[in-house]
């Protein structure tokens, strides 16, 4: 299983909910923001390097609490990359490692697309205000143009009661709210997925339900 998290616009939260969700699944996460990477890096072997055909994804995992498989932080290395190579590496990293799971960038650019393209369903994270509903919607659409299945979609910082049916309901899939928690925020940087710092909050609750709804078989 490829499970692609997107989002029609940046600041909603992909990041933090690509991370806690691969947790959720015990699965390789993968930053795949060639121009601006949020997931944790580290020196050595980046994603980066192995779209500029320098070395195997599976080499470019880096052990942790949620495997990772950071991308590099710079311009030359964003611009060295062949956009074409991404969906034989995710291809390759799951038949090794098992579920993986694709931090998109945001927006409908190119590199946007191709991870996407390339897996099995998608989990949309949007935030609990019209426009970026909007952008959502837009990306539903591309998605279902590149044929990837929607496994459901977070509405996530929430701090008010989101009207989630409605949302559900423009993006096609069920809707789970995950509660605007610090222990979210800071999961990615401290590297504590909330599901281990608190397995008996709502917000982990709410991670375990979008895990629940990937199609694993």
Not at 51 to 61: F, K, R, W
Not at 91 to 106: H, I, Q, S, Y
């Amino acid at each position: 299983m490829i499970l692609a998290v997107a989002g029609g616009k940046g600041g909603v939260g992909k990041t933090t909910v690509a991370y806690n969700v691969a947790a959720a699944l015990d699965a390789v996460v993968v930053d795949a923001d060639l121009g601006m990477a949020d997931l944790p890096g580290r020196r050595g072997v980046t994603l980066h390097d192995v779209l500029a055909g320098h070395a195997d994804v599976t080499a470019a995992v880096r052990s942790g609490p949620v495997d990772i498989v950071p991308c590099g932080r710079t311009l030359a290395g964003a611009r060295a990359c062949d956009l074409a190579a991404l969906g034989d590496a995710l291809t390759t990293l799951r038949r090794a490692r098992g579920p993986v799971v694709v931090d998109c960038p945001a927006g409908r650019r190119a590199d946007a697309g191709v991870p996407l393209a390339v897996a099995d369903a998608c989990l949309l994270v949007v935030s609990p205000r019209a426009f970026a509903l909007a952008d959502a919607v837009r990306t539903r659409e591309l998605a279902r143009e590149l044929d990837t299945g929607l496994a459901g979609c977070a509405v996530n910082r929430v701090t008010d009661e989101p009207p989630t049916a409605a949302i559900a309901d423009a993006l096609g899939a069920p809707a789970a709210v995950v509660p605007a928690d610090p222990r979210v925020g800071r999961s990615v940087t401290s590297e504590r997925p909330v599901v281990d710092a608190a397995p008996d909050s709502a917000a982990a609750a709410a991670v375990r339900e979008l895990a629940g709804r990937v199609p694993l078989g």
